[in-house]
């Protein structure tokens, strides 16, 4: 199979994946009864799941500008944990530079909880790089490093904020020319608030 058309293939599966997870949403909040299991990349290390990952780079072609991680963490351990750095592994170059929804200090995972990033409101992770970084339907292996976990490796789909990603894209970032809302909205292709078969847990929010 040529690159180009295995790049194709990549893009179109995330999308399909993504409207299957937001039609659950539609039905109910139930994804185990309806049994739908999470379609983006997803990843468990010890007391932390992360869930939805994507990174999402300017809906324009030619738009020159940065990338985000649009992600959910949950964790169901006793203690908080911090994410302490989002890199791009691979040799890939662009710093991603993390902000809590508060705009300050650490983004911080509550216990029996979880924390959105991407999307208005919530914690962001902006690839500084954007294009030059990360390119339109390729896997990249992102790494989430918590404090008590460590190093979380997996692949997420590169896709542009367009249509049902527009809105946890680039420009949804703190400080790249969108105001945040007051109230956090889900990552996209999530099904709901917890990860899928398990119980529901407090966000503390």
Known sequence: MSRSLRRGTLAATAVVFSIAALSACGAGNDAQTLQIKPDNAAATKGEIKIQNALVITQGEKEKKGPAVVSATLFNSGTKPQTLDAVTLAGGKG??????????????????????????????????????????????????????????????????????????FGPSAAPGTGATPSGAPTPSPGSTSGTPSGSSSQSTGH
């Open 94 to 167: 662009g710093k991603v530079v993390l902000k809590s929804a508060e705009g300050a200090g650490k983004i911080t995972v509550p216990a029996g909880g979880s924390v959105v990033i991407g999307g208005k409101g919530n914690a962001s992770a902006v690839i500084e790089g954007g294009r030059t970084a990360v390119e339109d339907g390729n896997v990249q292996e992102v790494v989430f490093q918590l404090s008590s976990a460590g190093a979380v490796p997996l692949g997420a789909f590169v896709v542009p904020a367009t249509g049902m990603f527009a809105d």
